[in-house]
């Protein structure tokens, strides 16, 4: 079977948006090693982070966050669970048997800061507010270069209207065969949702690592020709190995299913520097990496 983030043993390497300018990268050191209390696990985590170039008071608080982050878990194992883990989502696949679940998982939805910057009602647009993807290949936009992560925005025609454009993406979504290609056994939660939004958190079923999946109306609401602009990105990493393109080649195939989509496969000619590194990086086990 093609490698997946499931197979993978956990990375250090946090990436931060740049949001602000120009960026700079500083060392991080999450406490030397954390003691999980009432077992013998141990995280050693030294990680290198990218923060945007802002004031020294600025970076000091950004870095001061995420040591505290890291205190927080030492000292109470804040939503970890019982083998020492962030909870799961409800719809994971079960371990298989004989083999447990790994308990290193620092990076959940409660401790990854700066994640999305948050949106002002009345002032911009989601599309405003949807990011692009850094110098990695861990990451798909409809908002990115076009030679670093772009992906084509999906398409509708003949629909009542841009809501419902989007509530088919939200059926879409919640309809997804968790473990399908090997990717996302470990479930999946729809966060937000609104007439123009949608916003999915996807989780590999070994290390728990999260990936965020958003969808943004980028039409008036009331048109029933349309668009949708696109983010999949992995939180840690440089690669990706092929999950967030097989994620969102699954979608989009039960979205051209319906009827009424314009929503391309995500292939080795459309994204040749996605796939080229994460071809390479999963042996070229993934169709796609033929395609």
Request: hydrophobic letters at 35%.
């Amino acid at each position: 079977p093609a490698l997946s983030s499931d197979s993978l043993s956990p990375l250090t390497m946090v990436s931060l948006p740049r949001r602000h300018g120009r960026t700079r990268r500083v060392h991080l050191n999450l406490g030397a090693c954390i003691l999980a209390a009432g077992s013998s696990l141990q995280f050693c985590l030294s990680s290198t982070a990218y923060v945007p170039r802002l004031d020294s008071a600025a970076a000091s608080g950004r870095r001061a966050l995420f040591c505290a982050t890291g205190a927080a878990v030492a000292a109470g194992g804040a939503g970890l669970g019982p083998e020492g883990r962030a909870s799961a989502f409800t719809n994971r696949l079960p371990d298989p048997e004989g083999q447990k679940r790994k308990k290193k998982a620092l990076f959940n939805e409660e401790n990854v800061v700066d994640l999305r910057p948050p949106f002002k009602a009345g002032i911009d647009t989601r599309a405003d507010y949807l990011k692009a993807c850094d110098y990695t290949t861990n990451c798909l936009s409809s908002v990115a270069p076009k030679r670093n992560g772009y992906l084509e925005p999906w398409k509708f025609s003949g629909k009542a209207s841009g809501i419902d454009a989007m509530r088919e993406i939200e059926a879409a979504v919640r309809a997804y065969p968790v473990g399908q290609r090997t990717v996302d056994g470990g479930g999946f939660e729809v966060k937000e949702v609104d007439d123009d939004y949608v916003y999915t958190q996807f989780e590999s079923r070994k290390y728990g690592y999260i990936d965020d999946v958003e969808f943004v109306l980028d039409t008036p609401r009331k048109n029933g020709n349309g668009k949708v602009l696109v983010r999949s990105t992995s939180r840690v990493g440089d690669k990706d190995y092929g999950v967030n393109a097989v994620r969102l080649n699954r979608l989009a195939a039960d979205l051209r299913a319906k009827g009424g989509w314009d929503a391309p496969p995500i292939t080795r000619q459309s994204s040749p520097r996605y796939w080229d590194k994460n071809c390479e990086a999963s042996g070229n086990n993934w169709e796609e990496c033929n395609s």
